[in-house]
């Protein structure tokens, strides 16, 4: 009886060891196993980290204002028209920026201001697209240059001013240089050759055609000699043998609109100076397609 009994407890150590080893064994796996799952997922994560800052640094390299700024000068479409004006104090040199106003104002999301110093220095500011707003800036005792970028809520840019502001008056001769071509009115529009004005007095006059509805818009572009001129006259030419006759106003973003046709249309811009000067600063034939013209 007594043999039976130590052989019963052998067996049953034998068989807890077993099983003790058996979990041990168990164990010993499944310590394995959340080891071999975190390894995969900190490399994934690493990759995505990587990636996303590859994306990221793209954008960084670009600078949004000094690109707003690299726009021409180009006034918005008619429903969308604002005014911004720049003036310079005689004596302390300070630069004001008002803004003016206009049919689209309620649909302005920014208007960038940035005055280039005559040292080359460029400062810029938001000005608040509120009749009556301004901003200021301390300028040079030279020539300093403003210019200003209205965008609109539907992301459309547009540089509508660029004007040199200062006491540094250009200077013109007071009597006319005489030319054996004079521009003069004849029949069929202006006579005489395409010249620019010397740079002292120089302005800039922009004619486009709208290819879909025909309509020839000739809009002021600004200019040194702004001050020094007493008209400008706009001269159309229609395809069917009409003509349209106007004056442009020496005010930046002025414009003169007339119909023009499906055919090939004409326009001649003159201006006149304060002298006596005369120069046709723009003769330009627009097709049916549209197009642009500038001196």
């Known amino acids: 009886m007594m043999y039976r009994f130590v052989a019963l407890l052998t067996i049953c150590f034998v068989g807890f060891v077993m099983v003790a080893g058996c979990m041990s064994q168990d164990e010993t796996i499944t310590s394995v196993e959340p080891v071999d799952e975190v390894q995969p997922t900190f490399t994934v ?35 969308l028209m604002v005014s911004v004006s720049a003036e310079k104090d005689p004596i302390y040199n300070t ?92 029949d069929g529009g202006y006579r005489g050759p395409v010249t620019a004005p010397p740079n002292n007095v120089y302005i800039s006059v922009n004619v486009s055609k709208d290819p879909v509805y025909k309509t020839i818009t000739t809009t002021f572009g600004g200019g040194l000699g702004q001050n020094l001129v007493q008209k400008i006259d ?27 046709t499906n055919g090939t249309d004409r326009v001649q811009v003159v201006v006149a100076y304060v002298n006596g000067e005369t120069y046709k ?14 001196n």
């Open 281 to 294: 600063i723009v003769d330009a034939e627009l097709g049916s397609r549209g197009g642009i013209a500038t």
């Open 95 to 186: 630069i004001t920026v008002r803004f003016d106003g206009g049919r689209g104002q309620d649909i302005v999301s920014s208007a960038l201001v940035g005055v280039t110093l005559s040292d080359g220095h460029t400062e810029l500011q938001e000005l608040v697209p509120t009749s009556g707003s301004t901003v200021s800036f301390q300028g040079s005792a030279g020539m300093d240059v403003v210019e200003v970028v209205i965008s609109y809520m539907n992301g459309e840019s547009y540089k509508v001013l660029l004007e040199a502001v200062g006491f540094i008056r250009p200077s013109i001769d007071l009597e006319p240089v005489k030319t054996q071509e004079a521009v003069v009115p004849g």
């Open 45 to 79: 994560f690493q990759s995505i980290t990587t990636e996303t800052e590859e994306i990221n640094d793209e954008p960084f390299s670009v600078t949004e204002d000094n690109g707003l700024f690299d726009l021409p000068l180009s006034p918005p479409p008619t429903n």
């Open 234 to 260: 706009v001269f159309v030419m229609l395809s069917n043998g009409s003509f349209f006759e106007d004056e442009l106003e020496p005010r930046l973003g002025a414009t003169v609109v007339t119909d023009g």
